[in-house]
């Protein structure tokens, strides 16, 4: 079964410094992940997603991730934090076998603040 | 080209009664996925239709039900209503032109309290 991990419900920066949310995944089969970001009272927009193309997956807003294989991780990071980053952030993964079960399984989301 | 929109954005309800909430989806987007969001649980997976038919099915008892209309719009209902069911419900489409890589598009979402 397929599962995320997000460590970290509440991650607080100061505003210019280093983005880091952790992501880890849990699969059986070669997996499709995705970040995907909230803000406050609006839907879920996407922010990046691994297709197995390349490593190193840039986003929109520059935020990037790295897909690492043997630490089943994709953290999401952003060189330098901006006070309109503030949201909620969440990956998810969708198994990349065969079949209709195409569902995406979803981490419990991290909440990040950015302070002046 | 517009985006996903769902109707309607709050809703209040009482205990035992139904809701019907819709989505229409962003405009040659056949696929249609609905979830719950609530801040203990998370992102739970409802229910995913593509042209009428349904595809998955989440971990929700039979009184969460949905359906898809020929012009790919979708309905969820939930009936009798309880607390436990005040949630954001958030109904995303896509496209499946790209498989399992597929993107799926998020609406604002139907904020659902049950009193």
């Known amino acids: 079964a397929q599962s995320v991990t997000q460590l970290g419900s509440h991650v607080s920066v100061s505003e210019g410094a280093l983005v880091l949310l952790r992501c880890n995944y849990s699969?059986?089969?070669?997996?499709?992940l995705f970040w995907y970001v909230q803000y406050p009272n609006q839907g879920l927009q996407l922010l990046l997603k691994y297709t197995s193309a390349a490593t190193l997956v840039k986003g929109i807003n520059g935020f990037e991730a790295e897909f690492k294989k043997s630490e089943t991780s994709f953290h999401l990071t952003k060189p330098s934090a901006h006070m309109s980053d503030a949201a909620e952030y969440f990956c998810a993964v969708r198994s990349g076998g065969a079949g209709n079960n195409r569902k995406l399984i979803w981490g419990l989301g991290t909440s990040l603040a950015v302070n002046p | 080209k517009a985006g996903v929109t769902q109707t309607p954005r709050y809703l209040i309800k009482t205990r035992g009664q139904q809701v019907t909430l819709s989505c229409s989806p962003i405009?040659?987007?056949?696929?249609v996925s609905w979830y719950q969001q609530t801040p203990g649980q998370g992102l739970q997976f409802l229910f995913e239709y593509f042209s009428e038919t349904q595809r998955n099915k989440g971990n929700f008892p039979g009184r969460f039900s949905g359906r898809q209309f020929s012009n790919s719009r979708s309905e969820m209902n939930v009936s009798t209503l309880e607390l436990g069911d005040s949630a954001l419900y958030l109904c995303?489409?896509?496209?499946?032109?790209?498989?399992?890589?597929?993107?799926?598009?998020f609406g604002p979402g139907t904020r659902l309290t049950v009193l």
């Open positions: 995303a489409s896509s496209s499946l032109t790209s498989g399992a890589t597929d993107t799926q598009y």
């Open positions: 699969s059986s089969v070669p997996p499709y």
């Open positions: 405009s040659g987007h056949r696929s």
